[in-house]
């Protein structure tokens, strides 16, 4: 099996920042090969959004509330992803999760991380 464990959530103040990081482990995550990985939020009583996506040759795509302010990095040999989040607003506010794709078409999730922006 694979998880993806996620780190760096938290309180922060509007125009403050975050670095949120996710790592691949488990007991078959050596014979895995990522394809892409990612990160999505949901905020209440709104849909999951993709924000940001890195493959596996380091291209990086990013949706529109997260190009400028986000930025996606990764590590494809040690199965990692970051996000840093920079100029955060009280929208940002929202459970942040790490998605993965494998080669093979398998798709991971991480548990969430909340991130609150309010002064």
């Known amino acids: 099996q694979v998880q993806l464990v996620e780190s760096g959530g938290g309180l922060v103040q509007p125009g403050g920042s975050l670095r949120l990081s996710c790592t691949a482990s488990?007991?078959?995550?050596?014979?895995?090969?990522?394809?892409?990985m990612g990160w999505y939020r949901q905020a209440p009583g709104k849909q999951r959004e993709l924000l940001a996506r890195?493959?596996?040759?380091?291209?990086?795509s990013y949706a529109d509330s997260a190009k400028g302010r986000f930025s996606i990095s990764g590590d494809n040999a040690k199965k990692m992803v970051s996000l840093q989040m920079n100029s955060l607003k009280p929208e940002d506010t929202a459970i942040y999760y790490c998605?993965?794709?494998?080669?093979?078409?398998?798709?991971?999730w991480g548990q969430g991380t909340q991130v609150t922006v309010s002064s």
């Open positions: 488990g007991r078959t995550v050596r014979r895995v090969t990522i394809y892409a």
């Open positions: 890195i493959d596996r040759s380091s291209s990086a």
């Open positions: 998605n993965a794709v494998t080669l093979d078409g398998y798709t991971y």
